[in-house]
Nanobody
């Protein structure tokens, strides 16, 4: 069973920054694709950023140049650095681990950006 523990959410003013972190409990972390998703009230969950085992990164268009995903395989950790935050970034952010075709999720962390 995979356990993902997220941290780093909170309340920030527009233009500010936050850093989310997610720690995985399993040793296959280094060969799994990791991702961050978010879900705003009344909207579907959407992919924000992903990073492959080879550190290939992908971002949704709305966060490109503002968010950076990274991973530390020695610490089984994936992070999301969020800069220049906007009110429309407000959502619950979820860590995702794709382990051999199965998706595992963290409990979610709230990010609120005030205008």
């Amino acid at each position: 069973q995979v356990q993902l523990v997220e941290s780093g959410g909170g309340l920030v003013q527009a233009g500010g920054s936050l850093r989310l972190s997610c720690v995985s409990s399993v040793s296959t972390f280094s060969i799994n694709t990791m991702a961050w998703y978010r879900q705003a009230p009344g909207k579907q969950r959407e992919l924000v950023a992903s990073i492959s085992s080879g550190s290939i990164r992908n971002y949704t268009d709305s966060v490109k140049s503002r968010f950076t995903i990274s991973r530390d395989n020695a610490k089984n950790t994936v992070s999301l650095q969020m800069n220049s935050l906007k009110p429309e970034d407000t959502a619950v952010y979820y860590c995702n681990q794709n382990r051999f075709g199965r998706n595992f999720w963290g409990q979610g962390t709230q990010v609120t950006v005030s205008s």
